[in-house]
Nanobody, 121 residues
């Protein structure tokens, strides 16, 4: 069984920074795409940023220049450095990995439990 565990959410003032982490576990051989999504109250879940195993990245326009996604393949961990945070960044942030290849099989579209980020003064 594979799982993703996020950490690093919390309350921050506008203009502040937070770093989210997401660690995958479960006899992992490789992970192709790892990404962050977010869902604000009353809104649909949206892509924030994604990074593939080779390090290629893609960002939502709303976070370009403020957020940086990175990963440590040896630790099966993805990070999201969030700077210059705005109130509209308030949301539950979810980690996603697709696919995860393990010694037991291939898992598509694995999600973490989510971590709340609140940007408020």
């Amino acid at each position: 069984q594979v799982q993703l565990v996020e950490s690093g959410g919390g309350l921050v003032q506008p203009g502040g920074s937070l770093r989210l982490s997401c660690a995958a576990s479960g006899s992992i051989v490789s992970i192709n795409d790892m990404g962050w999504y977010r869902q604000a109250p009353g809104k649909q879940r949206e892509l924030v940023a994604v990074i593939n195993e080779g390090g290629n990245t893609h960002y939502a326009n709303s976070v370009k220049g403020r957020f940086t996604i990175s990963r440590d393949n040896a630790k099966n961990t993805v990070y999201l450095q969030m700077n210059s945070l705005k109130p509209e960044d308030t949301a539950v942030y979810y980690c996603n990995a697709d696919p995860i290849v393990t010694t037991f099989g291939r898992y598509l579209g694995v999600w973490g439990q989510g971590t709340l980020v609140t940007v408020s003064s």
